[in-house]
T-cell receptor, first 117, second 113 residues
Framework: AQSVTQPDIHITVSEGASLELRCNYS??????LFWYVQSPGQGLQLLLK??????LVQGIKGFEAEFKRSQSSFNLRKPSVHWSDAAEYFC???????????????FGKGTKLSVIP | DSGVTQTPKHLITATGQRVTLRCSPR?????VYWYQQSLDQGLQFLIQ???????AKGNILERFSAQQFPDLHSELNLSSLELGDSALYFC????????????FGQGTRLTVV
C-alpha cells in the first residue's frame, strides 16, 4: 500500500545542535516530495519540495532535505537548530500518476520537535 | 501570511448541529483543497475543487459536503455533527495543473460538545 512514514513521533534537541528528521515513502514511482512545518496555532508552511534533479534540496529557514531513491527516503536536516524551530514537521507526497489538476498531498503522521535552550 | 483566508478561526457547537467553514484562496489560485487534522487520524485529505468543479474526493463523510463558488471561495458544510468531528480543518489552494506547491490557511478549529 502507498504510504508515508515518519518514524519519530517526538524529537528533542539542544539549541545549536544539528537536526535530522526522517521520512520514508512507499510508492511505485518516486512521488513529488514535500516538507511542511506547523507552528503551534498556525497553518502549514512549505519548507521545501523535490520534483526532480539535484537530490539535495535547499529550503527556507536554513533547512535542507536529501532525496535517496535507494532508501525511499527524503530526510530533513538543519545544521544548527534555533529555539524558534520548535514545531511539528510533516513529510508529504503527491503521486506522480495523479491526474492533471489533482494535487492531493498525503501526509505522514508528523514529528514534533522540541528545542532545549 | 499564505494568502489563504479561513473563517471562522474557532467554532464551538453542539452535537447534531450543522456548521459552514469558509475559505478564500490566494489570488489567482483555481484549486481549493480541504483537509482535516485530528489527533488520531492526522492530516487527511477531504475534497478538492478546481474552478468550481469537484475534482477529487478523499476520506470525506457523507455528512460533509463542499462547494466552490464563481468567485472561487469555497465552503465546507458539516452536518449532524458528532464529537468525533472535532478537529482542525484546513483549506489550501494552488494554481493547479502544475505541481508547484499548495498554500495553507491557518485553519478552523471545530469543537463539538
Amino acid at each position: 500500500a502507498q504510504s508515508v512514514t515518519q518514524p519519530d513521533i517526538h524529537i528533542t534537541v539542544s539549541e545549536g545542535a544539528s537536526l535530522e528528521l526522517r521520512c520514508n515513502y512507499s510508492y511505485g514511482a518516486t512521488p513529488y516530495l514535500f516538507w511542511y512545518v506547523q507552528s503551534p496555532g498556525q497553518g502549514l508552511q512549505l519548507l521545501l519540495k523535490y520534483f526532480s534533479g539535484d537530490t539535495l534540496v535547499q529550503g527556507i529557514k536554513g533547512f535542507e532535505a536529501e532525496f535517496k531513491r535507494s532508501q525511499s527516503s527524503f530526510n530533513l536536516r538543519k545544521p544548527s537548530v534555533h529555539w524558534s524551530d520548535a514545531a511539528e514537521y510533516f513529510c508529504a507526497v503527491v503521486p506522480r500518476d495523479s491526474g492533471a489538476g489533482s494535487y492531493q498531498l498525503t501526509f505522514g503522521k508528523g514529528t514534533k520537535l522540541s528545542v532545549i535552550p | 501570511d499564505s494568502g489563504v483566508t479561513q473563517t471562522p478561526k474557532h467554532l464551538i457547537t453542539a452535537t447534531g448541529q450543522r456548521v459552514t467553514l469558509r475559505c478564500s484562496p490566494r489570488s489567482g489560485d483555481l484549486s481549493v483543497y480541504w483537509y482535516q487534522q485530528s489527533l488520531d487520524q492526522g492530516l487527511q485529505f477531504l475534497i478538492q475543487y478546481y474552478n468550481g468543479e469537484e475534482r477529487a474526493k478523499g476520506n470525506i463523510l457523507e455528512r460533509f459536503s463542499a462547494q466552490q463558488f464563481p468567485d472561487l471561495h469555497s465552503e465546507l458544510n458539516l452536518s449532524s455533527l458528532e464529537l468525533g468531528d472535532s478537529a482542525l480543518y484546513f483549506c489550501a489552494s494552488s494554481v493547479a495543473d502544475r505541481f508547484t506547491e499548495a498554500f495553507f490557511g491557518q485553519g478552523t478549529r471545530l469543537t463539538v460538545v
